[in-house]
């Protein structure tokens, strides 16, 4: 690869970098400013919850057109397109005044933002090779944990001095900075199976029956559980749960976030240099999240099953949220590695949809808790974590049994899979 073209996909994956860390920004927000909004518009524990589900209820069905559209349109625009919708949901959002109008910005936002994971790693996809794709897909994962250490160290402060009606306001800013530069800089890839692009399509009753595609998309909307709720309930049951401060929550989300990031740079750079050294794909692709799946279910279980000081639950709550984290990256390498290249687009974005409907569920189910628990915050929100870490340590052994990658490309994509073998 000549040196402009390496430079290039380097800026391309450093602007998407940037846009998973804005997306963040304008998700978790809401989190960090959630007493706040509490107060002022009066909200009950099931009605905040219920705000917090509705940022996921737009958020898988955009998601899956959007995903349908990547496999015509270009990547440059629909991002662009996307990147508006956020910062009209954020200026909408910064003037809402009741529960009614802060759930609709919220759907609003959420419909922005459900495509964006699917999109990005799809850009992300044409720059590389299939078996090139785990470490970019991971540093597209660490712009989301990025993300998260921004807002833990800035919201909470911004929030604090400027209210959370002006925070909202500063984002839908810094929105329109990352479009004028993706405008300016954004390119289209155009890296692909040259055998996979010439195939005649997949029928899509086929990829989604994928025993593969079932059980990744299973285990990584078991992970998506907890992780949904750091944009609603997580900053809440630190500080009204546990009597922390709105700073030391944040320390405590940033110290797990660059846990996360560690973790994800790490295992998927050694998983990448084993692949490159001709390791199989289950071992190096599939192992690692499902373990870590796993042992992150442990971690929560032992938070809602057992009684514990205050250290010990706040160590095993960070063991539990770094370790959720390494699916991500993995399971969109993996749907991309078995995807033909002309229906990778939708297959992501379906994936993702699937994975991700998991945030209608995982704050509402808190809110419930919460008021069967008698509105004892950290009585609720510690129940509905056992609960979730269950699922997590059930959706890590069927996906380390059942997901084959290699065996699902070479039913989808036999040629290019053929071609790969040839070449190794």
């Known amino acids: 690869m000549s040196a402009a073209p390496a430079r290039g ?20 927000i809401f989190a960090f400013a959630g007493p706040q909004i509490i107060d002022e518009l009066g909200l009950t524990p099931q009605q905040f919850g219920f705000v917090g589900s509705a940022f996921f209820f737009l958020y898988s069905l955009a998601g899956l057109i959007v995903g349908f559209a990547a496999n015509r ?16 949901a954020q200026l909408l959002t910064s003037f809402s005044q009741s529960f009614t109008a802060l759930v609709a910005s919220r759907m609003l936002l959420g419909a922005g933002c459900g495509p964006g994971t699917a999109v990005t790693q799809h850009a992300c996809f044409k720059w590389f090779a299939p078996r090139e794709r785990v470490l970019p897909s ?9 993300g998260a250490i921004s807002g833990a160290l800035l919201l ?62 299973l285990a990584g909307f078991c992970t998506y559980l907890p992780n949904a709720l750091i944009y609603s309930w997580v900053p809440v049951y630190l500080q009204r749960g546990l009597g922390m401060t709105p700073m030391q929550s944040g320390y405590l989300v940033m110290a797990a976030t660059l846990g996360v990031i560690v973790m994800n740079l790490v295992v998927s750079s050694l998983s990448q240099r084993a692949l490159q050294r001709g390791a199989r794909v289950r071992r190096a692709m599939v192992w690692p999240p499902m373990l870590a799946c796993i042992a992150a279910g442990l971690a929560l279980s032992a938070i809602g099953f057992l009684s514990l000081e205050r ?98 490309r070479l039913r989808h994509v036999p040629e290019a899979a053929e071609a790969t073998e040839r070449a190794r």
Do not use: C
Not at 138 to 146: D, F, K
Not at 156 to 183: C, E, S
């Open 9 to 28: 996909r380097r800026l391309v994956v450093a602007l998407l970098m940037a846009v998973m860390v804005i997306s963040v920004l304008d998700k978790s």
């Open 73 to 88: 349109w270009a990547s440059r625009w629909i991002l662009s397109i996307m990147s508006l919708v956020w910062m009209l």
């Open 138 to 146: 991971a540093l597209i994962q660490v712009g989301l944990m990025l």
């Open 156 to 217: 909470p402060l911004l929030i604090q001095r400027l209210g959370w009606r002006a925070a909202y306001l500063l984002l839908a800013g810094v929105g329109l900075l990352w479009l004028l530069l993706w405008l300016w800089q954004g390119r289209e890839g155009g890296h692909d199976d040259a055998a996979g692009s010439s195939q005649a399509p997949a029928l899509y009753r086929h990829l989604l029956r994928d025993r593969s595609f079932v059980f990744i998309t």
């Open 311 to 408: 250290l010990p639950l706040l160590l095993l709550f960070a063991l539990g949220s770094v370790l959720v984290n390494l699916t991500p990256a993995f399971s969109n390498t993996i749907v991309a590695f078995f995807a033909p290249p002309r229906q990778r687009g939708s297959l992501l974005a379906i994936h993702i949809g699937l994975m991700t409907s998991a945030g209608m569920l995982a704050p509402h189910l808190v809110g419930q808790a919460v008021a069967w628990q008698g509105g004892h915050i950290a009585a609720g929100f510690e129940l509905a974590l056992g609960g979730i870490g269950l699922a997590l340590i059930a959706g890590g052994l069927l996906g380390l049994a059942l997901i084959d990658p290699e065996r699902s």
